[in-house]
């Protein structure tokens, strides 16, 4: 199937507004040439990230009139409960408003200060979250995930021999956990092999390390098993992820990716201990532990969005809606990673716009175009969001790669939307050199990209 339909109809609509680049010029300016700043209302495409922007389907919505608000023990929290036993295999089940507060649980009760924690690439929160407790995060993905024309099927995977050395330098009792994050967001939504799993359980399980996955992911990874690893095309989706976390002890979850719901999240584990332990702690922050933060009708919400997104005609559909954006742009010579990932398209700003040093952020320029040709919002992975005056020395820093990330939303935007996306970037690229770069007017010192403000280099 060269075309990716869609396997739904649409039964409600939002309405976008629709604005003139004369608006758009004037609304950027006024939002310092930040798109964090910008009034969403004033988006036609928003591709700013794919977490709580899906839709929900009509058995969700209706799983919302069922809502048990009950303070403990709603019907919704069994339900919730019951359906990721099912298909993750954990024991004990612990709900939060979102992944990053499960990280946070996990981290609190396992982290000491120069503990070591390895992951494929953290993603930023997990990275804040694991360094919070004065630990060190580690990334040992293999080297192919850091080359973005290289295209190997399993980009995410975990460098075994890096993993190995990690641990040989600072002995195991420093890795109270090895994470993997599937699929790997920050090396461009790319999946991880069973093959590799297997391998990384066989480390854990020599040094007796606890081994957490962080599943925001888990359907599309388990899809591109299914479609690249041998062995896996007739298995089903749900086989597939019950395989994948047979190797984990454990899991994080954002549940506004793959649990195709606006808000929540939760925390897996096996060990019945280390679950009280943080049980009591999600008492103090998060609330009881049949609700976690969330309404019962989240936690229907979820239940129901979990068994959906498992469903393989769906998953075909978002895999390739995802990668018919790519293809459009690599037969325009539009350099991005490949092989397309799952939830985005990230596009090598530095290679597409060379004549813009990378201190003055070409990746920003890029969506500062965007907007204002097309309405459409992507976000920038780059100097502006890495960059910065290094605290150890004092110099200006740049990231190894200089991204725009194009999320798509699940089950929001059409194949015509993709479509238009294609051809506003494409019409961009042919007037590339009129691109100019941007310089900083204000910056926080921490987390700079979400509140500075820019103005475009004087010519
Ligand atoms: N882990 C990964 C791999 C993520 O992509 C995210 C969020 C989180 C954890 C944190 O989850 O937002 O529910 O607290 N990623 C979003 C993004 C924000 O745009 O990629 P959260």
Redesign the pocket.
């Known amino acids: 199937m060269k075309f990716p339909a869609e396997p739904f109809r649409i039964k409600v609509v939002e309405p976008i507004k629709i604005t003139s680049s004369e608006e758009r010029d004037e609304l950027i300016r006024k939002a310092g040439y930040n798109i964090f700043l910008l009034p969403a209302e004033s988006i036609y495409i928003d591709l700013l990230?794919?977490?709580g922007t899906s839709a929900m389907s009509d058995n969700q919505w209706a799983g919302i009139m069922l809502g048990d608000e009950s303070y403990a023990g709603s019907k919704n929290y069994y339900h919730f409960d019951q359906t990721i036993r099912d298909i993750f295999g954990f024991e004990h089940i612990i709900p939060t408003h979102?992944?990053?507060?499960a990280?946070n649980l996990l981290f609190s009760n396992l982290l000491k200060q120069g503990d070591v924690v390895p992951n494929n690439i953290h993603?930023d929160?997990?990275r804040a979250n694991v360094e919070y407790h004065q630990a060190v995060a580690l990334d040992c993905v293999i080297d192919q995930a850091r080359i973005p024309s290289e295209p190997h099927p399993f980009k995410g995977n975990m460098d075994i021999e890096k993993l190995e050395a990690v641990i040989a330098k600072y002995g195991a009792p420093r890795l109270p956990l090895i994470m993997i994050?599937v699929t790997n967001?920050s090396g461009g939504g790319q999946p991880v092999s069973m093959q590799n799993i297997r391998e990384v359980k066989a480390v854990a399980q020599k040094y007796n390390i606890p081994l957490i996955f962080?599943a925001?992911?888990f359907a599309e990874n388990a899809f591109f098993i299914k479609e690249r690893e041998d062995g896996y095309e007739d298995k089903s989706i749900k086989e597939i992820v019950r395989e994948m976390f047979s190797h984990a002890d454990g899991c994080?979850m954002?549940a506004?990716?793959d649990g195709l719901v606006n808000i929540g999240?939760f925390l897996a584990l096996n060990n019945a201990k280390l679950a009280e332990k943080i049980t009591n702690m999600l008492i103090l922050i998060e609330g009881f532990p049949t609700y976690g933060g969330l309404a019962g009708r989240d936690l229907e919400a979820i239940a129901r969005g979990l068994q959906e997104v498992l469903d393989e005609n769906y998953l075909r559909f978002r895999i390739n809606q995802t990668r018919y954006l790519g293809e459009m742009l690599i037969r325009e010579d539009i350099p991005i990673i490949q092989p397309v990932g799952g939830h985005a398209v990230y596009i090598d700003a530095r290679s597409l716009l060379p004549h813009i040093p990378q201190a003055e952020f070409p990746g920003q320029s890029l969506v500062i175009e965007l907007y204002k040709q097309a309405g459409i919002r992507a976000v920038e992975i780059g100097t502006l969001m890495f960059g910065g005056l290094d605290p150890q020395t004092g110099k200006e820093r740049f990231p190894e790669l200089e991204l725009v990330r194009l999320?798509i939303p699940r089950r929001v935007y059409t194949s015509m939307h993709m479509q238009y996306v294609a051809e506003a970037i494409i019409e961009i690229a042919r007037n590339r050199s009129a691109l100019r770069g941007l310089e900083i007017v204000y910056q926080a010192q921490m987390l700079r990209h979400f509140t500075a403000r820019l103005k475009p280099k004087a010519n």
């Open positions: 990230t794919d977490s979102q992944g990053r507060v990280e993603f929160t997990t994050t967001n962080d925001c992911r994080t954002s506004k990716k999240g999320a």
